[in-house]
């Protein structure tokens, strides 16, 4: 199977991309500014930009999630016909990205939804695919979209900065494999805005414990957090607040990186009082629960008694 098809433009994307600002309204961005770079909003000039193979790619608004319009990829499942050595094949569309956008390194997300009809009363365990091509065709990253279900959307946040060598994304599929269907299924896949984005501001997306008990001479409790909106070169400062009983026993000031981190947070400065202890972080007045972690007893210091 060929990714690309030889015909595909060179500038594919130079009339698709903008760069707009604006507050997310989903509750996973805190409501936090972000700025987005748009690859397909749905309309018919983006739909052009695709390479489709055994398939279309059109323009439709028949079902839409945050536009107007979205891609429609629609297939009719043929193992008759095809590729000649593969008439049981790939239907796909793929999208190359030109050199010089193909650098998504200083973005967070890549984010699309997905509404699906099929001739089908239920999906196969793995209905479609998606590939980023990254660095060349040997290296890639590969998702099954398992979570799909017929007459619903389904959002996908994909976080970039956990998939290697972003920095030469040279382009993206949706495929599926017609060996998972039957022949005569017809499918149809509504994708709603694809776009990158990241965060301009330090935020913490997540947080949560890395063990849920320690024992009273334990020297640090161990958080990991994920983190967004921090220059690579550069960090924020959040406090690191351990509370008992609702009431606050310890808060360590830490430097919070981008990305996925550990966190070690100090004990030597509170008493330890075996309980259960909740720990949050706190950043430019937002807060995150990272959870409850159970003090125990030592048996090293009940043996110095």
């Known amino acids: ?11 594919i994307f130079a009339t698709l991309l903008t760069i707009t600002l604006f507050v997310a309204d989903k509750p996973a961005f805190s409501q936090t500014a972000m700025e987005t770079l748009v690859i397909d909003d749905g309309t018919e000039l983006a739909a052009k930009k ?19 319009t979205a891609l429609h990829f629609h297939i009719n499942v043929d193992w008759k016909d095809g590729e000649k050595n593969y008439p049981i094949g790939w239907p796909r569309l793929n999208i190359r990205v030109p050199p010089d956008m193909q650098n998504w390194s200083n973005f967070d997300y890549l984010l699309f939804s997905i509404f699906v009809e099929s001739s089908r ?19 890639g990253f590969n998702r099954p979209f398992t979570e799909l279900q017929i007459g619903k959307w389904t959002d996908y946040k994909i976080p970039l900065r956990e998939i290697v060598n972003t920095n030469a994304c040279t382009g993206m599929q949706f495929h599926i494999s017609e060996s998972n269907y039957r022949d005569g299924d017809i499918l149809d896949f509504w994708i709603d805005s694809i776009v990158l984005t990241r965060y301009l501001e330090p935020v913490i997306t997540e947080a949560k414990l890395t063990e849920q008990t ?18 690579k070169t550069k960090h924020a400062v959040a406090e690191f607040i351990l509370t008992l009983n609702d009431k606050p026993v310890l808060t360590e000031t830490l430097p919070l990186i981008q990305g996925r981190n550990i ?15 909740n720990i949050k972080i706190t950043h430019n007045g937002k807060t995150t629960v990272a959870g409850c972690i159970r003090m125990i007893g030592s048996p090293y210091q009940e043996d110095k008694q």
């Not at 009363?121 to 290296?139: C, D, I, M, R």
């Not at 640090?220 to 983190?227: C, G, L, P, S, T």
């Open 50 to 68: 695709w390479v489709v193979a055994e398939a279309t790619a059109t323009s439709d608004s028949k079902h839409i999630k945050t536009a107007k």
């Open 121 to 139: 009363t239920n999906l196969p365990a793995t209905p479609l695919g998606f590939s980023l091509y990254l660095s060349g065709k040997k290296q």
């Open 1 to 11: 199977m060929n990714f690309m098809s030889s015909n595909s433009p060179l500038s």
């Open 214 to 231: 320690i024992t009273a001479d334990a020297r640090f409790v161990e958080v990991e957090a994920m983190a967004f909106g921090i220059e």
């Open 263 to 277: 966190y070690q947070v100090p004990l030597s400065k509170m008493k330890r009082i075996p309980g259960n202890y």
